[in-house]
Every structure is written in structure tokens, then in C-alpha cells.
């Protein structure tokens, strides 16, 4: 059993979920702890997404269970606490940014100035008046983000947010996380990309539906005597083969 961190902000125990006919998370057992930047890094297929939307509450399990913030995953009570970006653009194509982020503090009743602060904290108040539709992938990721951030939730769950950036968009959005994360938000940020995993104060590393191990990057190092992370993770990976 994977050890849960003593302060955590999400708690995941036994879980397991079938899909189409096959399980695709084997009894996991996760902490996210309050305050951090938690990586859940591993290639694509591997159960990411099926974790997030469990953590979240929009996925159905059949077995174990998750808390947030004390409260069953999916409680009414959570709405407003947690923020949830998914791969796919979560707002609206056709209107502006500036009209998607009025639309979206009506609806978390986000109080009068919001939206100027979560454009400014994002850098997208120069593309305030442009639709949606028009922008890059990089300009989307950053108005879905926004919208994440209206309510000012403590716990934001972000599902590959940085894939087909390219490098300086990449290094930006980390930048906005650690600004969030020193601010005391709780940020869990998947990815299938190694490079960023040192980006995070502590790792979740995932493969075929199994968490393989968690700690920060450099214990990860250290644990498997690798010189960097994607080194670490072809480790692990032997380590689970040859057990089986």
C-alpha cells in the first residue's frame, strides 16, 4: 500500500475501475498533499484521465474509495472547491474570452473583479475581446485555466494541460502553477512528458492502470540510482516486470 501523506488534500484507497469490460485502475492507493504541485506523470493510456474524473466525482468505480478535502469525491459540498481542467477545451468557442469568463463567474457567482484578476494572473487580458475559436492551443489552455481559477478553488486537477504546447508556452503554464501553488492552492497536474516531472514537488508515476511510485523527483533518483527521471521510470517499470 502506497503510504498517504499526513496533510493530504485527496485521498485515494483501494480504487479500482472497470471500463468497457476491463479494469483499468488496480486498488490504487494515492495522497495529493495540500499545498504542493503532485505530477501524475506516465504514457498515454496508462489510467490518468480515469483517476482525475474519479478524483473529481464523474467517474463511476467499483471499488474503494476517494476523499477531497475530507468530503466523499462528486459532494455537492466540493462544486466550488475543486477546479477541474480536462484535455478537450471546456468553454465556449464562439464567444470572447472576456464573455466566456462573465458567463462562467455568473455561474460560481465569482465575485466583482474577478475576472480582470484571473486574466492578469493567467496573461490573456490582451486577448480579451477575441473569440475563443481564433486562439492558438496554447491561448485555450491558459481561458480553460482561467475559468478553473474563478472561484478561487484550494484544489485544481489539471489533465495534461501543457500537451502540444510548445516549449515556452510549457514553461509559462508552470510558471502560473507555482505562482498558484506558493499562494497555497493544491495543484494535482498530469502529463505524459518525463521533462516535467522535476517541475513538481512530488510524483505520482503510472503505468497500466498501477501507481509504481510516489516521492519527490529526487528520491525517485535516488531510489533507482538513475541519472534522470525518464531513467528512474524505465527502472521501475523492470522492477514491476520482474516481480510479476
Same mark, same amino acid.
Request: hydrophobic share 45%; proline share 6%.
Given at each position: 500500500? %502506497?503510504?498517504?501523506?499526513?496533510?493530504?488534500?485527496?485521498?485515494?484507497? +483501494?480504487?479500482?475501475?472497470?471500463?468497457?469490460?476491463?479494469?483499468?485502475?488496480?486498488?490504487?492507493?494515492?495522497?495529493?498533499?495540500?499545498?504542493?504541485?503532485?505530477?501524475?506523470?506516465?504514457? /498515454?493510456?496508462?489510467?490518468?484521465? %480515469?483517476?482525475?474524473?474519479?478524483?473529481?466525482?464523474?467517474?463511476?468505480?467499483?471499488?474503494?474509495?476517494?476523499?477531497?478535502?475530507?468530503?466523499?469525491?462528486?459532494?455537492? +459540498?466540493?462544486? $466550488?472547491?475543486?477546479?477541474? #481542467?480536462?484535455?478537450?477545451? /471546456?468553454?465556449?468557442?464562439?464567444?470572447?474570452?472576456?464573455?466566456?469568463?462573465?458567463?462562467?463567474? %455568473?455561474?460560481?457567482?465569482?465575485?466583482?473583479?474577478?475576472? +480582470?484578476?484571473?486574466?492578469?494572473?493567467?496573461?490573456?487580458?490582451?486577448?480579451?475581446?477575441?473569440?475563443?475559436?481564433?486562439?492558438?492551443?496554447?491561448?485555450?489552455?491558459? #481561458?480553460?485555466? +482561467?475559468?478553473?481559477?474563478?472561484?478561487?478553488?484550494?484544489?485544481?486537477?489539471? @489533465?495534461?494541460?501543457?500537451?502540444?504546447?510548445?516549449?515556452?508556452?510549457?514553461?509559462?503554464?508552470?510558471? %502560473?502553477?507555482? $505562482?498558484?501553488?506558493?499562494?497555497?492552492?493544491?495543484?494535482?497536474? /498530469?502529463?505524459?512528458?518525463?521533462?516535467?516531472?522535476?517541475?513538481?514537488?512530488?510524483?505520482?508515476?503510472?503505468?497500466?492502470?498501477?501507481?509504481?511510485?510516489?516521492?519527490?523527483?529526487?528520491?525517485?533518483?535516488?531510489?533507482?540510482?538513475?541519472? @534522470?527521471?525518464?531513467?528512474?521510470?524505465?527502472?521501475?517499470?523492470?522492477?514491476?516486470?520482474?516481480?510479476?
Amino acid at each position: 500500500m %502506497t503510504p498517504v501523506p499526513s496533510q493530504a488534500a485527496i485521498e485515494v484507497r +483501494a480504487l479500482r475501475v472497470v471500463r468497457g469490460g476491463a479494469e483499468v485502475l488496480h486498488e490504487i492507493d494515492v495522497g495529493v498533499p495540500v499545498g504542493e504541485i503532485t505530477g501524475l506523470l506516465g504514457p /498515454s493510456g496508462c489510467g490518468k484521465s %480515469t483517476l482525475m474524473r474519479a478524483i473529481v466525482g464523474v467517474q463511476i468505480v467499483q471499488g474503494g474509495s476517494v476523499t477531497v478535502l475530507g468530503a466523499p469525491a462528486g459532494s455537492p +459540498a466540493l462544486r $466550488s472547491q475543486v477546479g477541474y #481542467v480536462t484535455q478537450a477545451p /471546456s468553454v465556449y468557442l464562439d464567444l470572447s474570452v472576456e464573455e466566456n469568463l462573465h458567463y462562467f463567474a %455568473t455561474v460560481v457567482r465569482a465575485g466583482p473583479g474577478r475576472v +480582470a484578476e484571473v486574466m492578469a494572473a493567467v496573461d490573456i487580458e490582451e486577448l480579451a475581446g477575441r473569440p475563443v475559436g481564433s486562439l492558438s492551443g496554447g491561448q485555450v489552455a491558459r #481561458v480553460s485555466l +482561467a475559468t478553473a481559477l474563478l472561484n478561487e478553488p484550494p484544489i485544481l486537477v489539471l @489533465d495534461e494541460p501543457t500537451v502540444g504546447l510548445d516549449p515556452v508556452l510549457r514553461r509559462d503554464l508552470w510558471a %502560473t502553477f507555482r $505562482s498558484l501553488a506558493e499562494a497555497g492552492t493544491t495543484l494535482l497536474v /498530469s502529463s505524459h512528458v518525463m521533462d516535467e516531472a522535476d517541475r513538481c514537488d512530488r510524483l505520482l508515476l503510472m503505468r497500466d492502470g498501477h501507481i509504481l511510485a510516489t516521492g519527490t523527483p529526487g528520491q525517485l533518483r535516488e531510489d533507482t540510482g538513475a541519472d @534522470d527521471l525518464d531513467g528512474a521510470f524505465l527502472r521501475l517499470v523492470e522492477r514491476a516486470e520482474a516481480k510479476a
